[in-house]
């Protein structure tokens, strides 16, 4: 962006159906990564492509990413007035929803975002990118804001939606706990704009963390170790 590299030398691969986590502190690139796969203007690849069911999408708008599956929740969706969140579900729903769940039928006739709290937010995005059944779900922040009764909340939805869907995932948080409600296929530490922490075992990268900060990760074996 503005012609400064920001990602180098990453390679991640998110196969189907599977949870990924890319956890760091914040500016060290995770939004960029999420940006530049879904696409956004202002977010430029230089060198490698972007690989989506063995189509190169880097050119693509992010318009056209997500017509061939590719979704992602934003830190701070905009508040719509006058059109509410049910009004807007049917619009760009790729079928019929439905949840039977009475926090999420409020929502529904509510203002799209309009005085919705931090939790309502999340889960509001949730639905709906999930009624777009989406193949890669990229969470961005999802966790940003929320106490822990509400992120409980957001990632059971998070999680039930996936298990229904069998959607890949791409959770990115500055958040380290978030792996124990989550309990990704993977786990990625970011750094500087590379990911310097690959692991299947996101307990030891949790505990590494939460002991040494994020700074112990550029000399862990977990870089090497994926297991």
Known sequence: MGGKPILR??????????????????????????????????????????????????????????????????????????????????????????????????????????????GEKKISEIIQVFSLKPKLVIFDEIDSGLDINKLDRVVQLMREELEKTHASALVITHRPEILSKMKPDMTHVMLDGKIVCTSKNWRKVWDTVRRHSYEKCKECKLSIHKS
């Open 9 to 118: 030398d990453l390679n991640l691969s998110i196969p189907k159906a599977k949870t990924h986590a890319l956890i760091g502190p914040n500016g060290s690139g995770k939004s960029t990564l999420a940006y530049t796969i879904m696409g956004i203007p202002k977010y430029k690849i230089t060198h490698g492509k972007i690989l989506f069911n063995k189509k190169d999408v880097s050119l693509l708008p992010p318009e056209k990413r997500a017509k061939l599956g590719i979704a992602m929740t934003f830190q701070n969706p905009p508040e719509v007035k006058g059109v509410t969140l049910s009004e807007f579900m049917k619009r760009i729903s790729k079928g019929t929803f439905d949840y039977d769940d009475p926090i999420i039928s409020r929502l529904m006739q509510r203002e799209l975002n309009v005085g919705f709290s931090g």
